[in-house]
T-cell receptor
Framework: NAGVMQNPRHLVRRRGQEARLRCSPM?????VYWYRQLPEEGLKFMVY????????ESGMPKERFSAEFPKEGPSILRIQQVVRGDSAAYFC???????????????FGAGTRLSVL | AQKITQTQPGMFVQEKEAVTLDCTYD???????LFWYKQPSSGEMIFLIY??????QNATEGRYSLNFQKARKSANLVISASQLGDSAMYFC?????????????FGTGTQLKVEL
């Protein structure tokens, strides 16, 4: 079952360190999305990428956060100089096609739980 | 801007009974899709069912059905014959299909507990 793969599942960082979260989309999917879930809340959109392009980053904090989806390899969500408020579950989703198509289902990975000490 | 409202923070249902989880949405765009996802205690997000705004019939997927009432802007999830494994957090979400965006807007979720 080649679903959306995220690693690591759990990541512990000290304040000021960098966190790198990886996401490999489902086979045949070229659209990747990152969402953040704070405790007791729903998921909040962060960024939408296609291969080598950021399409929509309207949900990304302006500082310290960046995302990429290179031609080869997984998508990376990078958080520099982490703070306690970055502690959350980060989910990646992928879909096979772009907006405008009906039933453009986003399939999610199991998430990365980031804890900042 | 679009919004999803789930007014039931927690629900209980007895095994084998049906349960309805409420979801209302708000958007001025005529073309949109509505989703339900399940998040068990293990944390992953599992896609359950999808309804497009132009779909003529209510979506069904096995024991899941979506009661889509466009005029009321509601998209309630009905789970029939509840099982213990249905205990989880359930999220309603929406995507706007026009304009090139793909971001899902989620509600705050409903925690469902299935009891013997």
């Amino acid at each position: 079952n080649a679903g959306v793969m995220q690693n690591p599942r759990h990541l512990v960082r000290r304040r000021g360190q960098e966190a790198r979260l990886r996401c490999s989309p489902m086979k045949g999917h070229s659209h990747v999305y990152w969402y953040r879930q704070l405790p007791e809340e729903g998921l909040k959109f962060m960024v939408y990428l296609q291969k080598e392009n950021i399409i929509d980053e309207s949900g990304m904090p302006k500082e310290r956060f960046s995302a990429e989806f290179p031609k080869e390899g997984p998508s990376i969500l990078r958080i520099q100089q982490v703070v306690r408020g970055d502690s959350a579950a980060y989910f990646c989703a992928s879909s096979p096609r772009t907006s405008g198509s009906s039933k453009n289902i986003q399939y999610f990975g199991a998430g990365t739980r980031l804890s900042v000490l | 801007a679009q919004k999803i409202t789930q007014t039931q923070p927690g629900m209980f249902v007895q095994e084998k009974e049906a349960v309805t989880l409420d979801c209302t949405y708000d958007t001025s765009d005529p073309s949109y899709g509505l989703f339900w996802y399940k998040q068990p205690s293990s944390g992953e997000m599992i896609f359950l069912i999808y309804q497009g705004s132009y779909d003529q019939q209510n979506a069904t997927e096995g024991r899941y059905s979506l009661n889509f009432q466009k005029a009321r802007k509601s998209a309630n999830l009905v789970i029939s014959a509840s099982q213990l494994g249905d205990s989880a957090m359930y999220f309603c979400a929406m995507v706007i299909l026009t304009g090139g965006g793909n971001k899902l807007t989620f509600g705050t979720g409903t925690q469902l507990k299935v009891e013997l």
